[in-house]
Every structure is written in C-alpha cells, then in structure tokens.
C-alpha cells in the first residue's frame, strides 16, 4: 500500500504575485478541501500551511506559481499544494527547516511549522535558481 | 517619398473626425450621461491629431511602439479615466476601435490601387489593434486599481473599537492579519484606550480564517503595545482547530490571556476590574 502512487484527479493553479493574491489562493485551497470532504481540522491545518508557504514564496522568493492538485490514493483522497518560485533559494535547507531559524523578521516557523502540519513535506532548492516546495495533507491524515 | 496613407489622413483629417464621431454617436452603447458630446469630440481630436502627427513614412510600417508613446498616454489617461467612471469595456474599446473603422473607411474611399489600399490598410490595422489592447490594459488596470481602493476602505471600516464596558475595548477582528491590517488595527485600539482610558482590550478573533505564524506575531505585537500602555489584552474566539494548528505550527501564545468565547474574555475582564454581575436577588416578605 505505501509504494502506491497517487493519481490526480485535478488540477488547478494560480499566479501569486502580491499580498493581495494570499487570501485568494487560501479560499481556493480551502474550496477544494470542502469539496473532497476533508474535516474541520485538517482543512484549517491546510490552509494556515498554504498560507505559510505563499507569504515565503512572496516575501523570499518574490513571487511564483501556486499548484492545486485534487489526490486519490487508494480509499483516500488529499491535496498536493506545489509552490514554485525562480528566487534566490535556500543555501542551507537543513538550517530552514529548524524551529526559530529566520533570515528575514519572522518567528522562524513557516517551513518546519508548515511540516508538522502536512501528511507529506518535500522542498527543493538550488541557490541562484529557486525553490519547489511540495506538501501533501490527506483527507483522514 | 511620402506614405500615401499619411497623405490622405492629413488630408482628410477633419473628414476622419466627423466619421470618427459619427461613428461614436451611433453606437447604442454611448454613455450620454457619463461624457457630453462635447467632451467626446475634444478627446476624439486631441488623439486623432496626436496620431496623424507622429505617423511617418518609417513607423507606419515598422510599428515601433515607442513612437506613439504621446498617443499612448492620451488613450491610457481616457481608458483610465473611463473605468473609474463605470464604463463597459465595450465602450471603452469602441472609443478606439470606431477610430480605425473611420481610418479604413477614408482610405477605401481615396485609394484606388486595391494592392496598395490592401498593403496601407494592414499597416493601419497593426497599429490600431496594438491601440486596441494597449486600451483593455490599461482599462483593467484603472478597474484593478478601484479594487485595491476598496480593500483599503473594507480594512478601515472592519476594524471597529467598541465599548462594552466601562473600562473595557472589545475589537471583533473579521478576514485576514496581515501587516498593513494590523497596523489599522494597533492606531485605532491604543487611540481608544487613551481616549476612553480603559483598563482592558479584548481583541476577538472568531471571524479570522487561519491563524498562521504571520498573523500570531502581528497578535502577540498588538498584546504588547497595549501592555506598553497599561493596559491587559485578552485575546477571544479561538476555535478548537484554529488551537490545534497553532500548536503544531510551534507559535507559543501562553503569555498571552486567551479565551474561547468573548463571553469568557469579559469575565476574567470583570474578575481583573474586581466587578462582579449577579443575578438580582428578590427578597419575598411574608
């Protein structure tokens, strides 16, 4: 059963350019979220990730692109969220993802808070080109 | 040698104007009431003029935009300044689209070389269409910008400070904390609570969707100033899902009061005030 591969049944995406595009991008992930059924409490957990991870895209990577995508894993359904950017990157994933590291004013929990919020958490950086980050909640996860 | 289209434009420039607003005045759509006649015909010629001006033997075949920068900016300022007025996109790129109807017209009728009318007519076509969508842009833009202006009043008028007591600010926070919000939000409670010198600010937060970690360091901010200023802040309305995301997430609010219900955030309110409401005692006498 773990080395299932999901099949996406959707797929949805939005350019995140300014602050004004979080809130749209959240009630669009949340909409999707409503739509497979997922409860109460993984829907806000969802969306509070997806917000962490538009406003770094934002504010490190200065924008990118925003992937919706609808899973089915055998009995389960989830979201995949993708955020590209063509930033910067991170030099020290390791050193991002510890509770409390920031380069930027924040608390430094945006990417390992983010973490524990998902089923599933994958970034990849390469320094001078930008990051993908790719986080995957399930429906009953 | 000069072009023969730009010939018969300045030729026939004040022949195209009258076609052009013949044009213009025929369409169902013309907003009578937003623009006087008048106006429409002022604005029709500063750009026609503007226009045959700057077209030249090169730029009329090798439309170089930058070229009609001084005609752009007329066609930007009055789409602009059509979308705030409540124009139709329609009607906004009817404004530029009749124009090269007018244009094609009168060379159709000067011409008589249907290879060249055909050559002359595509230049013309070019660099209208270019007019056309450099017209829906900035009309979307002037549309964008009413948007962004109502944001900003919607982020004014939600962020109201009440008096629910003596003593004691209540402030329902409704939709997203970001940093321009929050900035509204500190002005007017730190305001209120000089003002009306109380004691204790409630900051209710049932209507904000997600509690991530930007919108918990604007909170935990706002608990602060207030403290600064003497006075408690109780933070109210967090959801069990809204507690259960901020744990994991790793925000650490246990500095600051916080209650589940508003109701719960006036009591320990009233316990800090040492107040206390009862229930009214009917004494009976037999």
């Given at each position: 059963?773990?080395?299932?591969t999901?099949?996406?049944l959707?797929?949805d995406?939005?350019?995140?350019?300014?602050?004004?595009?979080?809130?749209p991008?959240?009630?669009?992930?949340?909409?999707?979220?409503?739509?497979?059924?997922?409860?109460?409490?993984?829907?806000?957990?969802?969306?509070?990730?997806?917000?962490e991870l538009?406003?770094?895209?934002?504010?490190y990577?200065?924008?990118?692109?925003?992937?919706i995508?609808?899973?089915?894993?055998?009995r389960?359904?989830?979201?995949?969220?993708?955020?590209?950017?063509?930033?910067?990157?991170?030099?020290?994933?390791?050193?991002?993802?510890?509770?409390?590291f920031?380069t930027g004013?924040?608390?430094?929990?945006?990417l390992?808070?983010?973490k524990?919020?998902?089923?599933?958490?994958?970034?990849?950086s390469e320094?001078?080109?930008?990051?993908?980050?790719t986080?995957?909640?399930?429906?009953?996860g | 040698m000069k072009?023969?289209?730009?010939?018969?434009?300045?030729?026939k420039?004040?022949?195209i104007?009258?076609k052009w607003?013949t044009?213009q005045?025929?369409?169902?759509?013309?907003?009578?009431?937003?623009?006087?006649?008048?106006?429409?015909?002022?604005q029709?010629?500063?750009l026609?003029?503007?226009?045959?001006?700057?077209l030249s033997?090169?730029?009329i075949e090798?439309?170089s935009?930058?070229?009609f920068?001084?005609?752009?900016?007329?066609?930007?300022?009055?789409?602009?300044s059509?979308a705030?007025?409540?124009?139709?996109?329609?009607?906004?790129?009817n404004?530029v689209?009749t124009?090269?109807?007018?244009?094609?017209?009168?060379?159709?009728?000067?011409?008589?070389?249907?290879?060249?009318?055909?050559k002359q007519?595509?230049?013309i076509?070019k660099i209208?269409?270019?007019f056309a969508?450099?017209?829906?842009?900035?009309?979307?833009?002037?549309r964008?910008d009413?948007i962004?202006r109502?944001?900003?009043?919607?982020?004014q008028i939600s962020?109201?400070?009440?008096?629910?007591?003596?003593?004691?600010?209540a402030?329902?926070?409704?939709?997203?904390?970001?940093?321009?919000?929050t900035?509204?939000?500190?002005?007017?409670?730190?305001?209120?609570?000089?003002?009306t010198?109380?004691?204790?600010?409630?900051?209710?937060?049932?209507?904000?969707?997600?509690?991530?970690?930007?919108?918990?360091q604007?909170?935990?901010?706002?608990v602060?100033?207030?403290?600064?200023m003497?006075?408690?802040?109780?933070?109210?309305g967090?959801?069990?899902?809204?507690a259960?995301?901020?744990?994991?997430?790793?925000?650490?609010?246990?500095q600051?009061i916080?209650?589940?219900?508003?109701?719960?955030?006036?009591?320990?309110?009233?316990?800090?005030?040492?107040?206390?409401?009862?229930?009214?005692q009917?004494?009976?006498?037999?």
């Amino acid at each position: 059963m773990t080395t299932m591969t999901p099949v996406v049944l959707n797929k949805d995406s939005m350019i995140i350019a300014r602050e004004q595009d979080v809130v749209p991008f959240r009630n669009r992930v949340k909409e999707h979220a409503v739509r497979i059924g997922m409860s109460l409490l993984n829907q806000t957990k969802l969306i509070t990730g997806a917000s962490e991870l538009v406003r770094n895209m934002l504010k490190y990577g200065k924008g990118g692109i925003g992937m919706i995508e609808i899973l089915s894993k055998g009995r389960d359904n989830g979201i995949r969220l993708i955020f590209a950017d063509n930033g910067p990157g991170i030099p020290d994933i390791q050193k991002a993802m510890t509770d409390g590291f920031t380069t930027g004013k924040s608390m430094g929990l945006g990417l390992p808070g983010t973490k524990r919020l998902m089923n599933e958490f994958d970034i990849k950086s390469e320094v001078g080109k930008g990051t993908t980050i790719t986080v995957i909640k399930w429906k009953n996860g | 040698m000069k072009n023969e289209a730009i010939k018969i434009f300045q030729k026939k420039k004040s022949n195209i104007l009258e076609k052009w607003m013949t044009l213009q005045l025929q369409d169902e759509g013309l907003r009578e009431d937003l623009i006087s006649n008048e106006d429409l015909r002022i604005q029709s010629e500063e750009l026609l003029s503007s226009f045959i001006s700057t077209l030249s033997d090169a730029n009329i075949e090798h439309v170089s935009i930058d070229d009609f920068e001084a005609v752009k900016d007329i066609l930007s300022s009055i789409s602009i300044s059509r979308a705030k007025q409540g124009y139709s996109p329609r009607e906004t790129g009817n404004f530029v689209l009749t124009l090269k109807e007018a244009l094609l017209n009168t060379l159709s009728e000067e011409m008589k070389d249907p290879e060249a009318l055909y050559k002359q007519s595509m230049f013309i076509n070019k660099i209208m269409d270019n007019f056309a969508i450099n017209t829906f842009e900035t009309f979307i833009k002037g549309r964008e910008d009413v948007i962004y202006r109502q944001t900003d009043e919607i982020t004014q008028i939600s962020t109201p400070v009440i008096r629910v007591w003596d003593g004691i600010l209540a402030l329902p926070i409704i939709g997203t904390l970001d940093s321009a919000r929050t900035q509204v939000v500190m002005e007017s409670l730190l305001q209120e609570i000089v003002e009306t010198g109380s004691n204790i600010a409630i900051l209710d937060i049932s209507g904000v969707p997600a509690v991530d970690s930007l919108v918990a360091q604007h909170l935990i901010k706002t608990v602060a100033a207030t403290r600064l200023m003497g006075a408690e802040c109780i933070i109210s309305g967090i959801r069990p899902e809204i507690a259960q995301t901020v744990v994991h997430l790793g925000i650490d609010l246990s500095q600051i009061i916080t209650k589940s219900t508003l109701a719960s955030a006036l009591k320990t309110a009233f316990t800090i005030l040492k107040l206390e409401v009862n229930k009214k005692q009917i004494v009976k006498h037999h």
